[in-house]
């Protein structure tokens, strides 16, 4: 049984994974908590318990784009993907991050129709930002 601290919002942005200073995956964010995330895959990349680093793309209150590296811990493992808890929320990364999801109009949809989304964006480039 998972214990959040807040609600989740959908959120699909393209992030890549790197263990060890090693990049392992480019994924996609399926949603955003203020204290972690739900990452797609394919499949698990790395065990449960491994620290990882996410990086992403996201927009500076300038306009311009930044990239930013956010460590995380791998909390659950399932087949499309694993599930991050954010280890510094201190951090500008985790501050953009937060931005990022603050600024997305909430909408509840099912799984079904997040799948589908998912699938509609996976083609997108890996450093273009997709917010839904």
């Known amino acids: 049984m998972e214990h959040r601290w ?20 480019r994924c996609r964010t399926r949603d955003v908590g ?7 895959c394919g ?3 790395c065990a449960k318990n491994a620290v ?3 990086e ?4 500076t209150p300038g306009g311009e784009s ?3 590296s956010l460590p995380a811990m791998v909390m659950h493992v399932a087949d499309d993907g694993m599930g991050l808890i954010v280890l510094d929320i ?3 990364a985790f501050r ?9 109009e909430p909408r509840l949809v099912n799984d079904k129709q997040a799948a589908e989304t998912t699938s509609q964006t996976a083609g997108l480039s890996a450093t273009g930002t997709f917010y839904h």
Not at 6 to 25: E, F, T
Not at 56 to 59: D, L, T, V, Y
Not at 96 to 104: E, I, T
């Open 66 to 68: 930044k990239r930013y």
């Open 6 to 25: 807040s609600q989740r919002s959908l959120l699909s942005i393209s992030v890549l994974l790197y263990q060890n200073g090693i990049p392992v995956a």
């Open 52 to 54: 990882i680093d996410v």
């Open 96 to 104: 953009a991050l937060r931005h990022m999801v603050q600024h997305v």
């Open 43 to 45: 499949s698990a990349i």
């Open 56 to 59: 992403f793309e996201a927009p």
């Open 90 to 92: 201190g951090s500008e």
């Open 34 to 40: 203020s204290e972690g995330m739900f990452v797609e």
